[in-house]
Every structure is written in structure tokens, then in C-alpha cells.
């Protein structure tokens, strides 16, 4: 009967966002343990949801839930933070004898202090639990990775779809190499690395040069390889790990490494198709409005919540102001408390004038001046029902939708993308009657709207995921990086 422990800490530390992300961010999404965190998610297409069912079908697994805990993208993750879900996880550790441990980490986690917080949580869960415990884990697709991890794990597997769509078979993947590692089988890993900071722009699985390395990869996945998978990394996390990589597992170290060695050189050859130019705001604006009939998106990658952008940037926004489209026009969002609660204490039909953006910082641009009515206001709380984390709980705090001649802006109390169809349903929005959607978003979006919009624009505005990486001021990215 084995014992199994399990812990989740899913975080992306944008290093250049103007504040860090505290506690109080992952208490509002997720912090969980215990039966809470599986009954939450189960029947959820995400990494818990999967653990509930591969559990649920072996009733001879004992499974404790350890801390669980999320956040959307951000600044670094506060020290007080990590140390909080770390020493909950060492102490639930310290109190049992296991047999496996499986880890739900994103890759690309940065505090304020340590720029490879994963893996120091990986080191030291190997510290406590010791070499005879099987130890495993899932990641996301953007992780900046050591090669150092592999030699700790006993198995991981990466998600393998941009959008990220199939989270819960990734889960899966990384238990069934536990589930081996528990019968006694050997994974043996590998992982190489590229000194290259690539955009992630072009990595979408459905088309491009990373759909191309990741078909490379299923090919070669059959005995003696147990999972083949890629890291795209993320460009915005100041880490010695930052950029692409292939981790591979195997029956043999031969097979492993050799793989890996061979997709990293899949991802070089084709390094310059990573580049990408994006037209200023005014000139998408003008390409999205001359798109063909139907629902278009014009989108700001620079400010998007899942490139840890802050959603406060004023530049999209300030475009849409100066030259109103004379078509109806949805902008969202902006992550401002302060400026919901005005809208509530107006009311529906109320008068709502308010300076909106650059509430964090003016680094990005100074804020805009809005004058209109307040149209919608909600609780905030809804069911993810599009194909990324389907079935999720999201709550984005108190809401409110306002209103001035042919655009709406939605403003929320938390900062929660806008990449599912229930995000503008909550608000009484019928995306058939909007010609443009201006949302601070990029590939994630792409999930579920891509079969609803006759196009999608992106746009170069400044914000916290900015398009020009030279300008950034990294610490401690690989040596040579700029290569890329």
C-alpha cells in the first residue's frame, strides 16, 4: 500500500512587474490542503483534477494532500510567501513515511530572492525525504529549468499543448513514471539546455517552429523512451535557467540524453523563426478594424496577467480614448479595486468619471481619463467552460463594466486573465455584438476564441512582458543569451 504525498506550488515570477506577489495573492485563488484540494478540482481539466481520478482508480494509494497553492502570474513571489508554503510542505513531510511524492510546479518560479525557487523546493524535498523515496513532478511548458533537476527526480513529464490545454495529461504522465519508480523500474533522465532567451510568440503547438520540435519529440516517444518533453522557457523571469530545453526519460541514460540532445539542436536550427516584429497600437487598431466581418481581438501582450503583466497599462487603452472605433468596443480589463468600488457606490446607470491605468506605476505611461456610465456590475465568480483549466473556479473579486459611447471597459478587484468565454458572460457581454475586443492577453487567449474571431492582432504597447528583451535589465540570465 504505498504512501503517497503530494504538493502544488504553480507560479510564474514575472522579474520586471513594479510589485511582488504576496500571500494574500494565493490565499484569494488557491491555498488549499487536505480533501479541500482534490474535492475542488475534481473533474477539472488541471493537474489536481487528474490526481483526484489516477488516485481514485487505485484504492490501495494512501494520498495526503499537502499544501496547495496558485496565483496568476506576477511580480517575484514574496519571500514570506514561499517560506509559507515551504515549511508547510517540510512539515507535512517530517510527519510521515512515504513511499512517492509527486510535485505540481510551473518551472519559472522567481521570489524576491531566489531566482531557481524550483528548484530549491525540489532540493529540499529530496533533503527530507531522502534517495529511497520516489519523488516526481509536473511543469509548465514555460519553465526556466536546471539541468540539476533531473538528477533529483525520479521522473517529470512537461505540458505539451500552447495554449495549455492538456494540464491534467501532463499530471498523468508524471504519475505513471511514479507509479514505475514505485514498482521498482529506473526512469533515467536527461536535460540540455540552449544559452537563448526566446519570445514565446511563436511556440504555439498547433502551428510554427516549436510545433515542428514537439511532433520530433512524439516520434521518438516508444521504448526505450518513457517521455519526451520540451521547455520553451520564459522570457520575463531573471533566472541562470532561463530559456528553452529538452528533458527526456528513459529506460537507459544512453536513450535519455541523446534525445534530448538531439531536440535542443531541433530548437536551434530553427531560432530565428522565434523572432517577431508587432506593429504599434495605432497601426494594429487599424489592421483589426479593416479584418473581415465578425468579432476581432486586438491584443496587448506586453500587460498580459499570464506573461505576469499587471493589468494597469494605459497604452492600449489611451489609443482606444483619443480614436474612438465607431464600432462596439470591449476593453479588458483593468485590475483596480479602488475604481469597482467607485462603480458599486454609483450603481447601474450611475455617472462614473475616473482617471483608469497606471495605478501600480507610471513606468508604463501616465493613466486616462474616463467619463461615462457604469453598465454592468458583478460578484465575479464563475466556471471556467472553455478548454484551458475547464471546469476551474475563478473569482475575480467585486467587478464592474463601464460604459462611454461604443466602448466598455471592465475593471476587476483580482487579476484574473481574461482567456475564457464565461469572463464576458459574467458580465451580460454577447461577444456576437462586439466588432473588437481589446484585451491584454496572447497565445492562451487563442484556446478558446480563436474559432470565434475572423482575426486576432497583437500590438507592441510598453508594459512588464515588453517585446524588446535588451532593454530589460537582467541579472542573472545565461551568458550569451542575447544570441537568441
Known sequence: MPQIAAARLWFEGNSFAPEPTPLSAFQGREWLSGAEALSRYAGTATELGALAAFVAERPDWQLAMLRCAAAQPGGPMSDLAFEAWMSEVEEGLSRGHWDGVYLSLHGACVTESDPEADLTIIRRVRALVGPRVKLVASFDFHGNVSPQMVGLLDGASVYRTYPHVDMAE?????????????????NHGALMKLPMVLHSFHMRDAEGPMAEVWAEARAAEHAPILDASLFGGFAWGDSPHAGPSAMVWAEEHGAARALAKRLV???ETRRARFAVSLPTPEEALATALAAPPGLVALLDPADNPLSGGVAD???LLRVLMQAPPEVETLFCFLHDADAVAAARAAGVGGAFARDLGARTTRQF?????????????THGR??????????????????AMVRAGKLRIILTSRKEAAVDPAFFALHGVDLAGVRLLANKAKNHF??????LCSAIVECDVPGPAALDLASLPFRHVPPGWRNG
Not at 501532463?170 to 529506473?186: C, F, P, S, V, W
Not at 487563442?446 to 474559432?451: E, G, K, L, M, S
Open 365 to 377: 505611461g501616465p493613466p486616462v481619463p474616463f467619463s461615462g456610465v457604469v453598465e454592468a456590475l
Open 313 to 315: 497599462t494605459p497604452g
Open 382 to 399: 464563475f466556471l471556467n467552460t472553455g478548454p484551458m483549466e475547464h471546469g476551474a473556479p475563478v473569482d475575480l473579486g467585486p467587478t
Open 265 to 267: 539542436a531541433e530548437i
Open 446 to 451: 487563442r484556446a478558446a476564441f480563436a474559432p
Open 170 to 186: 501532463t499530471a498523468l504522465r508524471a504519475l505513471r513514471l511514479l507509479e514505475r519508480a514505485l514498482q521498482g523500474k529506473t
